[in-house]
């Protein structure tokens, strides 16, 4: 009891909330020494919901600490979803939570730390890596493994809700991670879907969920099938410099599917691939952006799928997607980010 008379009561809220997580309690002075005192020249990046920091603890291991804003009140509600989440799933495809520290005037999370950062800035960033196909398939499939887990293997069924490359982090031998649990939502696997506010990245959106807010685990399969392709292209899934037939990557690989050249999408970086798998990829790929979520393949069908225990159908039909956002002042407000200034303002959704 000593500990929680150090804190305020917003803090001893917190605490509250989240319980006594059985992860191991950081002091704020032994994070606060790891990062050099939050040094500009240890900053990682923006999180969800603040700011992520590299870390050096007094036994030499490196980590990755992300740090609550003090005025996010959102990122307080992303911070008891990811320690209540995270906290009860273990795989080797998600980002491994090592522990908490709520004192301070900033709650932390201690996370292992990925020498290669995000796939995002391995794709398409400024210091891209050099990722042959071999690479980049692992890559995937990782991703793919660490959803089936969540959706289907774990204790509790979990959908991610922010699948997106820049959540996806690399180790040093290039193994796939899936971070960012802030998100999340547990679901009965017994409901086909629940109704809840918009939460998430554009671009990554399913359809359903963008539009009419049905969330189920279909809404992170169709995320990782944006993906998976941005991975086989290795660019966004929107770049506006590369003109309007190629802005969208997922209008651009479904026009190069119907014209029977579907390995044109191919990043021409890569000098050489295995083109049966990369083909097999981008059917998995497109299969997982399907209109209807029923069309949508479980996780564990994608995995199997991808490493060719089973055929992927060739009947897919012209995927729905997300094309445009707008601001909408008369929006439905929402805690969530992303939700209460944001209507839908164009769809593509034409089946052949």
């Known amino acids: 009891m000593q500990k929680s008379r150090k804190l305020s009561l917003e803090q001893q809220d917190l605490y509250n909330t989240v319980g006594r997580p059985n ?10 020494t790891a990062s050099e005192n939050f040094n500009s020249s240890n900053f990682l990046g923006e999180g969800g919901y603040g700011s992520v920091y590299k870390g050096k603890l007094s036994d030499g291991s490196v980590v990755a600490i992300k740090q609550l804003s003090e005025t996010s009140r959102q990122g307080k509600k992303q911070f008891i979803t990811e320690i209540e989440t995270i906290s009860q799933v273990q795989h080797r495809n998600l980002v491994k939570l090592y522990g908490c520290c709520l004192e301070g005037n900033y709650p932390l999370l201690v996370y292992e730390y990925l020498d290669n950062g995000s796939l995002d800035k391995a794709l398409f960033g400024n210091g891209r890596l050099n990722l042959d196909w ?31 490359a820049s959540n996806v982090l690399l180790d040093a031998n290039l193994n796939s991670k899936i971070s960012d649990f802030g ?31 049905h969330m189920s685990e279909k809404v992170d399969v169709f995320a990782f099938g944006v993906v998976i392709l941005e991975t086989i292209a290795g660019r966004p ?7 309007e037939d190629k802005a969208y990557l997922l209008e651009w690989v479904w ?44 996780m564990s069908r994608v995995v199997s799928m991808l490493v060719g225990d089973i055929e992927v159908p060739e009947a897919v039909t ?7 956002w707008q601001s909408n ?8 980010p992303g939700a209460e200034a944001m209507s839908l303002s164009s769809v593509i959704d034409e089946g052949r």
């Open 134 to 164: 071999p690479t980049r398939f692992e890559i995937c499939l990782g991703i793919a493994r660490g959803l089936a887990y969540l959706h289907e293997e774990s204790s509790i069924r979990v959908v991610h809700r922010d699948i997106k």
């Open 237 to 243: 899934n929107y770049d506006g410099r590369l003109g």
């Open 23 to 32: 992860l191991f309690t950081y002091s704020y002075g032994e994070l606060k």
């Open 183 to 213: 998100l999340a939502k547990l679901y009965d696997d017994k409901n086909t879907h629940i109704s809840t506010k918009v939460a998430g990245t554009f671009g990554y959106l399913a359809p359903e969920y963008a539009m009419r807010g």
């Open 329 to 336: 002042a008369m929006g439905t407000s929402s805690s969530e």
């Open 318 to 324: 012209k995927p729905s997607y997300v094309i445009e």
């Open 255 to 298: 026009q190069l599917y119907e014209d029977d050249h579907p390995l044109d999408v191919t990043d021409p970086r890569l000098a050489e691939f295995n083109s049966e798998e990369v083909l097999r990829a981008i059917r998995v790929g497109l299969l997982c952006i399907q209109s209807s979520p029923r069309q949508r393949p479980p």
